[in-house]
């Protein structure tokens, strides 16, 4: 059987810096404060009304399959992950088609948030398998400023996130023990409301109960909201913090294990790690856990925040331009985020 391999990677992030300095000016917050619980000192917001989630997708991608020695034309089948669209729909995966003049192709869309991108590669990793296609791009791409909540009541959510897009091309290779070697994939929708954007959504009270979500008192665009939903703020992003940080430190090396055992490999045959860039507490804890030294984990949180979908692909291919990812190494993706979902990828590059 063909194995998979990352043929191309490439990553875009908006120009505009918004320092933690910058949201001090218009929250009760400090850079001290941030720094101290998400190690992040500053992140790229996307320019409103000239940028989107798709517009910076097709920048990555257009840098991965280049990178790929492929044209646009050459692309098989497109898979985004996102959890800031451009429309609620259709999806952002047609969108970045339109714009590279790839028509007729399909276009998946993946809705698993911080764990998008490992889910998606996993999908390009069967496809490219079984012979069904030969170039698979996969976009990861978030535009979270355009929906954040910029108040004192919003700062444990809105300081965490920036915006941005990274982006492969999944070929096949006839290379033995060469590509994406496994990928992992897990989920436990039991604490699904502990990181969550509740509304608008269509659940009309179901999950949590009537008491904040009963018969709507007041229609706020078009969406009808209670006034217990519209004080709480229910339309932007929600974080339980401590639930997700926990669970995350455990569920981290779990996956990891998992990839590195299926294959026959211990945590010190890793030549790189990439996490997802939740939060660098997190990471640093994980790369305890594991015995990793700083030379062999990536993490780029300080600069960019989380860019949800975007994190791995931007952060993987930071550190191949960086050549800390080198042909023959053996690289480990993981993540964790909402759903709750979780995934990993042992990678021979």
Aim: hydrophobic share 40%.
């Amino acid at each position: 059987m063909l194995q998979s391999k990352i043929a191309g990677i490439g990553f875009y992030v908006p120009e505009k810096v918004v320092t933690n300095h910058d949201l001090a000016k218009i929250m009760d917050t400090s850079d001290e404060w941030i720094q101290e619980r998400t190690g992040i000192v500053e992140r790229r917001y996307a320019e409103k009304h000239k940028e989107t989630t798709s517009t910076m997708g097709a920048k990555a991608a257009e840098i991965a399959i280049e990178r790929a020695g492929i044209t646009p034309k050459e692309v098989d089948f497109i898979i985004f992950a996102t959890l800031s669209p451009d429309y609620y729909f259709p999806g952002s995966g047609v969108l970045l088609q339109r714009a590279l003049g790839m028509n007729g192709i399909g276009a998946l869309d993946i809705r698993n948030q911080c764990s998008g991108f490992i889910y998606g590669l996993s999908i390009a990793d069967q496809f490219v398998k079984t012979g069904m296609y030969k170039n698979v791009l996969l976009v990861g791409a978030e535009f979270h400023s355009c929906g954040l909540d910029f108040t004192t009541r919003g700062r444990n959510v809105s300081v965490i996130f920036g915006d941005g897009a990274g982006a492969v091309v999944i070929q096949p290779t006839a290379e033995k023990n060469k590509g994406i070697l496994s990928t992992h994939l897990h989920a436990d929708g039991e604490y699904a409301e502990k990181l969550a954007y509740i509304n608008p959504g269509s659940h009309g009270g179901v999950h949590l109960g009537t008491e904040k979500y009963g018969y709507p008192e007041q229609e706020f665009g078009g969406i009808f909201f209670t006034d217990k939903m519209y004080e709480d703020g229910d339309y932007y992003p929600n974080m339980e913090g401590q639930a997700v940080f926990k669970l995350a430190v455990t569920k981290f090396p779990e996956v990891i294990n998992e990839a590195l055992a299926q294959n026959g490999y211990k945590a010190s045959d890793l030549d790189m790690f990439v996490p997802h860039q939740a939060n660098l507490r997190i990471s640093q804890l994980v790369q305890r856990q594991l015995g990793l030294p700083d030379e062999k984990v990536w993490n780029n949180i300080q600069k960019y925040g989380n860019t949800t979908a975007a994190s791995i692909p931007i952060a993987l291919c930071e550190a191949w331009e960086a050549g800390k990812v080198k042909e023959g190494d053996l690289v480990c993706l993981a993540a964790f985020g909402s759903g709750f979902t979780w995934a990993s990828s042992l990678i021979r590059w």
